[in-house]
């Protein structure tokens, strides 16, 4: 059976995970490298069951640690490789432990860039037990070209000055506001950490050029008028790598409402230093002209900085001038959660 | 060995084909699928050497029929399937010939949406001759995400008001103009056809979303600073469903100069009735917005329309207005070539 009909028998229309999770730390000692695990626990702590690591790992993600009897005693459906090794190979001392979580019944969820479906130790044992092998980089098959069809429900899009600005932190605590305020709202996710936390969505930025549209609208289907999506944004229009990404998430995600994501301090692109961040002017007026394309009404609801690169006595002045210079809400949602964001978007 | 590998061990940094071709017609009987072929002979006649059709078929593009045999003997090194039947997957009737074209050591070159490399009879014959089954949807493997470096020699990408308005035909035509004028310049395929015209070139709607601007600058390297690459666009920016590929397309190719494609008569996007097609304006306007991100010198070098639904004595007075109104070169390249268009890139 190749990689591709083993997704078509156990993928559906986005990337389904099934909770509760067992978060896989390997023997990583690197507490840089613990951040998917730790957002996950921080953001979704109702889908964590625990965590596991091997001899010489350290990280310690703040949950009861299981041995693979004891998390299929508590009913634990899915374990969540939680980490990333240099190179994004998974070691081969991690496979006796990953074959007998499979063994168990349990999916394996892995954001490596090797795929579970490439190793056939794994194969083998799932196609025993029926466990699934889910490799999150591997989009579900069957995503339609996108159809611009208008559809019910309402969209937030989290778009950014640059990839890396922080833009799934912002969806995910405007999503916490708006939920706060009493307004029905769903993460949307777009990326591998984020698919995680949420449970589901798909990462765009592995899906085939012709249907990245095609995919945003898969993620955020029709909905009950008064609900958002907010959805995780991905690249930038203004990185001359991923700028497609960027656009057909935006044309396909028909966006009401857009949220502008920055890092305060940052002047070049990150990891192209001959291109300069956009001024947040040009970022607005960019991500609202090619938006429109696809929903002639979207407006700009915020923005959301991360400013943790600031003088921390100089954050709340550096939000507050450019909340008046731009006449919109700003804030860090790191500091200040999303609130202001949200009653602006709650007024749409 | 799966699809991947035998990609891996088969095909470079774009997709390349040998010539001559023997183009074949199968047995199909509809004159309107033999576009392809035909579009080989007008544009490469050099690289044909002939055709082939099954007993029931009609086709007939003007080149000596040829039995695998004697394509053999003519030192044919490419078997290309010049039509796509409907449902775009091959007929196992057709199998026995291609098998036989396998064994005589001939490449297969296809577009079909079935993969040559899928059917186990073409993949154990191929093993044995060594010829290559290049199924020229799937992109070459190892493409990188874009650099966005600037890279010597002059680029000039075709976009459009919409898709199928003429980009592939307007770039060949141009590329035709150009060398008639004694400039170098390099006709870079980015679809099917494209590519068995040009002998190679990259399928870019088929590269996965974070590496299409990279397959782009794959597509058009450096070269002589007074050489000129004239690149087929792909789909466009006011397209709901592909805008996101001629974005990436667009990044990539870092244009120097943009020609605007255009169908006289059409008023809404093909596929997608609720979206109308733009304003030439709003096309130039925004094409350059976004084109500036990788070469801030961008600029429209003319217009390229098909005026073919507009009545026979309606065409020159249309164009003419047009180029006043506009200010720049306008013609159609299928009345009149691209010489207008040509001459305004010289002086680039």
């Known amino acids: 059976m190749s990689d591709w009909e083993l997704l078509e028998l156990t993928q559906q229309e986005t990337t389904q995970l099934d909770a509760p999770y067992l978060i896989f730390n390997g023997d990583i000692d690197d507490e840089s490298f613990s951040k998917t695990g730790r957002g996950i626990v921080d953001w979704c702590p109702d889908r964590v069951a625990g965590q596991m690591r091997l001899p010489g790992g350290t990280l310690d993600i703040g949950v009861p ?6 998390a299929v005693e508590k009913g634990v459906r899915s374990f969540v490789i939680g980490i990333t090794p240099i190179g994004g190979q998974m070691p081969v001392h991690w496979y006796p432990v990953v074959v007998e979580a499979i063994e168990a019944g349990i999916d394996i969820v892995s954001g490596l860039h090797s795929r579970l479906t490439d190793i056939p130790e794994f194969v083998e044992a799932a196609s025993r037990s029926g466990a699934r092998l889910i490799d999150i980089r591997v989009p579900p098959r069957g995503i339609p070209v996108g159809s611009g069809e208008k559809r019910s429900g309402k969209r937030v899009l989290m ?9 799934k932190y912002s969806a995910l605590a405007l999503t916490r506001a708006l939920t706060g305020l009493g ?5 949307r996710a777009t990326g591998q950490t984020g698919i995680m936390i949420a449970g589901n969505g798909i990462a765009v930025d592995a899906v ?14 029709a909905n009950d008028d008064d ?7 991905q690249g930038s229009l203004f990185n001359p790598g991923y700028a497609a990404v960027s656009l057909g998430l935006m044309h396909g995600s028909q966006p009401d409402a857009l949220v502008i ?12 230093p001959e291109y300069s961040i956009p001024s947040l002017d040009e970022c607005m007026e960019t991500n609202l002209r090619m938006a429109r394309l696809t929903n002639p ?7 959301s900085i991360n400013t943790s690169k600031l003088a921390e006595n100089k954050r709340g002045q550096y939000l507050d001038d450019l909340s008046k210079e731009m006449g919109l809400p700003c804030s860090d949602p790191m500091i200040d959660g999303a609130l202001a964001i949200a009653e602006s978007i709650r007024d749409i």
Chains 1, 2 share one sequence.
Request: with cysteine; aromatic share 8%; charged share 15%.
């Open 208 to 221: 085939v050029a012709d249907f990245i549209s095609g995919a945003a609208e898969l993620l955020s289907p």
């Open 183 to 187: 307004i029905n709202a769903t993460f």
């Open 227 to 233: 609900h958002w999506d907010v959805i995780e944004g």
């Open 297 to 303: 009404d979207v407006r700009i609801a915020g923005l």
């Open 65 to 70: 640690y299981l041995s693979v009897a004891e």
């Open 159 to 167: 778009v950014g000055t640059d990839c890396a600005v922080g833009k």
């Open 261 to 272: 994501c920055h890092e305060a301090t940052l002047t070049q692109i990150l990891g192209w």
